[in-house]
């Protein structure tokens, strides 16, 4: 989750590490998660204050070759709903989490994007969604309450022809367009949830530029270099940098002084445009009020430190 749930809660909050199977316990917490977004608003809104949360989705690793079949077993139960999930190698999930120790081979990254939410939010505060009784479920994907049920929100349906390669075409149902029609009549600033869905972060930043909640969130991103990218965009059409910078992104929405933020090998990877994109994601981490520590900053990222701290090797005995 990163930063915003207790020990205690944890385990509710990430639902496709508590519950691998479908079934009430896992509807229970997928629920549970939810809900959890909207509570915060509520709690900054009657406080005042700022709650330091971070939505940047779960990962489960594995330490064997049956424990990552298990895995890609769950990734599969994950597609159902339309939730992306993503199975990474040994090499995969060690850029995704650098300290793990290295006998983990592999692992399911969750990535449940807020962005999403907070569009569904804004369509479900809509006078028409209310009139039809349409809350925020109706406008996510991964619920069955809106999406097409012919295609199960996927816009396209595949059809295995088993000896020769598999024919995919857009759902017949939907035109491609993966709601309902009745969920498609809802329209916020003159769009559908389709039409949003379709934008790219830096045309949704724009277009949705009076929904503070929306706003915040597509800026930040843009700031980090992703502007190009559609609003819907999954973990595995991201490369390891835009990952990062997407990371970057979502903790600069929850920073605050005395945070400290490690990242490891930051450069690792990035041609010049990215690098400075990089570059300056730290930096604004550091202006919010948090201590970014950067392992192996050589080149471009290390010049830009306030200190380097220089790690040798004891002399052989």
């Given at each position: 989750?990163g ?12 639902p496709?590490?508590?519950?691998h199977?479908r079934g ?13 977004d ?6 900054v809104?009657?406080?005042g204050?700022?709650?330091q949360?971070?939505r ?9 070759a049956?424990?990552?079949e298990?895995?890609?077993a769950i ?6 709903p339309?939730?992306h999930a993503?199975l990474?190698?040994a090499e995969?999930v ?5 300290h793990?120790?290295?006998?983990v081979?592999?692992?399911l990254l969750?990535?449940l994007?807020?962005a999403?939410r907070?569009?569904a939010?804004?369509?479900a505060d ?6 039809n009784?349409?809350g925020?479920?109706h406008?996510?994907l991964?619920?069955?309450g809106g999406?097409?049920?012919a295609?199960?929100?996927q ?6 022809l ?5 024919v995919e075409v857009?759902?017949?149902?939907c ?14 600033h ?8 379709g934008m790219t972060?830096?045309e ?6 009076r929904?503070?909640?929306v ?24 490369d390891?940098?835009?990952r990062?910078?997407?990371r970057l ?8 002084r ?5 990242v490891?090998r930051?450069?690792?990877g ?15 981490l ?8 950067v392992?192996?900053a050589?080149g471009?990222v290390g ?5 380097i ?5 004891p002399p052989?005995?």
């Amino acid at each position: 989750m990163g930063a915003g749930a207790t020990q205690a809660s944890a385990g509710v909050l990430a639902p496709f590490i508590e519950a691998h199977d479908r079934g009430p316990l896992l509807d229970l917490a997928e629920r549970s998660l939810g809900l959890y977004d909207e509570f915060v608003a509520r709690a900054v809104e009657d406080s005042g204050s700022t709650v330091q949360y971070v939505r940047s989705g779960t990962l489960e690793v594995a330490l064997d070759a049956a424990a990552l079949e298990r895995l890609e077993a769950i990734g599969k139960v994950c597609a159902a709903p339309g939730v992306h999930a993503e199975l990474l190698d040994a090499e995969g999930v060690r850029e995704a989490e650098p300290h793990l120790t290295p006998v983990v081979v592999g692992g399911l990254l969750v990535e449940l994007l807020g962005a999403h939410r907070a569009l569904a939010r804004m369509f479900a505060d809509g006078s028409v969604a209310r009139e039809n009784h349409h809350g925020t479920d109706h406008f996510l994907l991964e619920k069955p309450g809106g999406r097409c049920p012919a295609c199960e929100g996927q816009g396209t349906i595949r059809h295995e022809l088993g000896l020769v390669e598999d024919v995919e075409v857009t759902c017949s149902v939907c035109d491609g367009r993966r709601f309902r029609d009745e969920v498609l009549t809802v329209t916020a600033h003159g769009v559908t949830i389709a039409e949003a869905y379709g934008m790219t972060v830096g045309e949704a930043e724009v277009h949705f530029g009076r929904e503070r909640s929306v706003k915040e969130i597509f800026s930040a991103a843009v700031r980090c270099g992703l502007a190009r990218r559609p609003v819907d965009v999954s973990s595995q059409a991201l490369d390891g940098v835009e990952r990062l910078l997407a990371r970057l992104a979502r903790h600069q929405l929850g920073v605050r002084r005395g945070d400290l933020v490690l990242v490891d090998r930051p450069g690792a990877g990035c041609d010049p445009a990215a690098t400075a994109c990089v570059i300056n994601a730290l930096r604004r981490l550091v202006t919010g009020g948090a201590s970014v520590v950067v392992t192996d900053a050589v080149g471009s990222v290390g010049v830009h430190a306030d200190a380097i701290i220089a790690l040798e090797a004891p002399p052989a005995a």
